[in-house]
């Protein structure tokens, strides 16, 4: 007997089809997110603005910031001292990692209002995020904090982080809004999903992953499509409509 297709949602804010999951969180799925891929290792990648001629540039995902809910502001204030132990000297103070002076409203809560982490210089928007002047090569300090002192770096690190290059809004899981601006976008041979598979796992729990293995095709044992071959192997590259920067 053949196996039912996945259900398919017309009704979507962009005019695209949207996969049903049915979890309590994430109810609808792009199912792009099975389709393009993604570079496998973040820290081994030459990131390239894809949208500046291809500037070379180090994390650069993270150059205007990030969103930050009022709980992972408190979150990363409870690990302050190690925060700062790993961030060069002119950031250590707590009172330069946040941008407070635009809070928004949560999409999926309006009673909840966002705000974002600072940047090297608040009056330009791609300075950098203040948690990349840290003692390291490059990458997260909030990353380089949790390994350096042996905690989950997910107690710190905003979720909007956690889960790039995907976004959630509104209970659907999709691509983020600027996903095509940076080289890391379809690039390698796993899907974004693939990639991201752990993340989720760890974020949202067993459930939703069984179920989105389900609806993308993925062989939960290995991650691979049907035919074998990991998921996202062998696309031909698409490029989406870039929508600018990375917002809730």
Known sequence: MPEPKPQIDPET???GESLVVGHPIVRLVDPDIF??????????????????????????CCQHGADVLPQEKLAILRRASEIASVLKPDWRSPERWFDERDPEPLVDDPSVMVIRTGTTDLDVDDSGCVFLENVGTRGCGLHLAALRYDFDPGEIKPSVCRLYPLDLEVGRLGLSSDFDRYSCANNGTRSVYSAMRNVLTEMFGEELVRALDEVGGVEPSN????????AGEGLVPI??????RRRR
């Open 239 to 244: 490029s989406r409509v870039p929508r600018g």
């Open 13 to 15: 804010e962009d005019g």
């Open 223 to 230: 991650g691979t499509s049907p035919d074998g071959r990991p």
């Open 35 to 60: 389709r393009f891929t993604f570079a496998g290792d973040c820290m081994q990648h030459r990131c390239l603005c894809r949208d500046q001629g291809d500037r070379a540039r180090a994390d650069a």
